[in-house]
């Protein structure tokens, strides 16, 4: 029996008009440059006997995607979801190649024709022109700017094409490269409750005549005041966010007899809801839908934007504060929270609740072959603790756990909050802190009562008012920085010291026919297994920690270095057997963040080589498990075919690695680098001068107000951030109840 999908979460045909506002000839510029990234090519450079789904892949276009009427996508994406300075740097090359001359100035000779007008515009070039156009362009340190446009460009077409799904849930070359999505799949054990109903408002749904009765319902005094067009309600606590920070928070304040209100811009999905396409999902649950790059092009980062947060998107990793870690932010950085049994116990309860298991019973391919190399070449592996069960085996818990077995805020922390009367109204965005001069109170100038916010919904147009004992920023450290800032808080730190925890990834080929190896890539327990890399042997100092990443074929594509049509076509189709393994480390650099989605950072030199050491580890780690082939994700396609290799040839190859410059680098050879945690951008600090906010999570300049996500951490935490942002909110949070209670 066929599941049936959230609405926003389904394939199919949009219902609302485009408004990417291109121009025909734009539309056409890129329509070309979509057939020369990804054209049609002929049977004879298929390799075996292709099965008639692949020969219709490999005649496909770029140009023409396989879901009728959805061409446009890509441009709604580069409209919608592109950075100000990108759009206009994607328009203005699109509209120069639309030109004769302005093709010529940046194509060249190859630009040129026999006929007159003796010049062509981009789009009249032949087709295998314009790919050396492109390859030209990939390479060239001097045209940055081109180059930036048209990284962007490739990104997005690639990503649209193989996300793309019909009514029926399905991408004609999904067949042709071996991936499937699970749509028939027995969900009779799949609960069909949604927990948090009891406590919802979900505002997309409301109109300005129904909202307040809603409100009303679930026990919130509402005061309609219309000639302010405002709604105003009052409660002990209003938590900005529903992730790791703001689901524990509001648990704790709800579960000691406080009344609760969580706002949440995200919408609220469940098991039953989600549908694992990877298109819809990145869309509905990702912040910016999954496409947000630092300024610069030279990271994407990944966070999670939905009722839940990063919990209900990420790949399960449970991993505790190391102890290093603790011990560092307790002596050098003063805090004495991280080096007390309180944090410990906070740790334990943190675990107990979300369900956190300590051994897998079935591991997926990636992770099997992960475990495999580093026993063959006798590095220890460490088993991942999850919150799930031992026998989850689900490899599309990115775009939401269909089976329910994955313990994310939204299905503990929140239901705690909910049974004991907190209220989560979905689809609202806080727009800023309500802060008063505070004539009395505790040496702090100023004291905030609340929030204003206002529903994403264009049907209710008044803004909501949520006045409060205490205000709780845990919205993540890219959204409370903007948000803390646009309230005129003032304090240096508020935006700075963010780390990402960067991450470079390899990949490996295990041909099904000739492997050990089991599955697909995309099938089993995300992340099960890590290996940590250290300086030496004697060295307990860890550079890099090594896990498996989950790409849907989208992501994949998009990220895969083109060099050709016909390589990239070769790449997809090796894709459900190509295994996907990460470096990431423990960034000293840092980066900021004081507007929303205007993302800066840097890596330091000591992270460049630690990411180095990382890969070169990775990739020995593939050849050891049996690859037949080992690359990285740099734009010149850096590879080498590995079955028997020699050492000195694979030291040679992996010397060659270099570190992680970007796009906009003037160098040839660029990787774009990726992360999915957030920490430190309103660090905890022993005093203003070292912090945003005290040890007790609350800021420096409002009394009142309070940040409970992964902003606060002091560094970055080495590993997978969710049991330390849980445990810090913990902490946090019961520290409040304690002084509310007063």
Known sequence: MRREYHQLLRGGRREDKYSHGFSSGEMQSLGSICEALFPPLPLNSIEGQPSEAVQRFHQ?????????????????????????????????????????????LLCG???????????????????????????????????????????????????????????????????????????DENHSKVPKERPLQKGMVETMQETESTLVQSLTQKGLEVIELPEQKLYKIKCDVVVVGSGCGGGVAAAVLAGSGHKVVVLEKGNYFTATDYSSLEGPSMNQLFESGGVLPTVDGKMMILAGSTVGGGSAVNWSASIK????????????????????????????????????????????????????????????????????????????????????DKKGTDSTWLVDAVNSGAVILTGCKAEKFLLKKNSHGRGKGKKCLGVIARTLNKKIRNRIQIEAKVTISACGSLLTPPLMI??????????????????????????????????????????TSMNKVASSEEDSQVRAIIETAAFGPGSFAALCPWES????????????????????????GFGKVKVERRISYNLSENDKENIKAGVRQALRILIAAGAVEVGTYRSDGQRIKSKGI??????????????????KALVEKWTVTGTAHQMGSCRMGRSEKEGAVDENGEGWEAESLFVCDGSVLPTAVGVNPMITIQSTAYCISKKIAESLGK
């Open 321 to 404: 504060t190391p102890n290093s870690v603790l011990r560092e932010w307790a002596e050098d950085h003063k805090l004495p929270l991280f080096g007390s049994s309180q944090y410990l116990s906070a740790m334990d309860a943190v675990c107990e609740r979300i369900g956190v298991t300590e051994t897998c019973t079935e591991e997926g391919f990636q992770n099997q072959v992960l475990r495999k190399g580093c026993e063959n070449l006798g590095l220890k592996v460490h088993i991942v603790p999850r919150n799930s069960s031992e026998n989850h085996y689900c490899g599309s818990c990115s775009y939401g756990c269909r089976s329910g």
């Open 60 to 104: 496909s276009s770029g140009s023409q995607f396989p879901v009728p009427d959805e061409s446009m996508q890509a441009a709604e994406l580069v409209a919608k979801r592109g950075l100000v300075e990108a759009l206009i740097l994607v328009r203005a090359v699109l509209l120069i190649l639309s030109t004769r001359l302005g093709t010529l």
């Open 486 to 527: 646009s309230s005129g808080l003032k304090n240096k730190h508020i935006g700075q010291n963010l780390h990402l925890h960067p991450v470079a990834m390899v990949w490996g080929y295990f041909p099904e026919f000739n492997s050990e190896f089991k599955g697909k890539s995309y099938e089993g327990g995300i992340i």
């Open 565 to 588: 049509g016909l390589d990239m076509k070769r790449r997809i189709m090796k894709y459900a057997r190509t295994v996907h393994l990460f470096a990431m480390v423990r960034d000293e």
């Open 109 to 183: 000779s190859l630009s040129l024709s026999n006929k007159w007008p003796f010049i062509n515009n981009f789009s009249s070039i032949s087709l295998e022109k314009r790919e050396k156009i492109l390859q030209r362009w990939f390479r060239h340190s001097l045209l940055t700017p081109i180059r930036l446009a048209f990284v962007y460009i490739k990104f997005l077409i690639l990503y649209t094409f193989f996300t793309l799904a019909d009514e029926n849930s399905q991408n004609p070359a999904w067949e042709a490269i071996g991936y499937h999505t699970n749509t």
């Open 646 to 663: 020699k050492e000195k040839e694979l030291e040679e190859f992996l010397n060659s690695v270099s570190g992680a410059e970007g796009p």
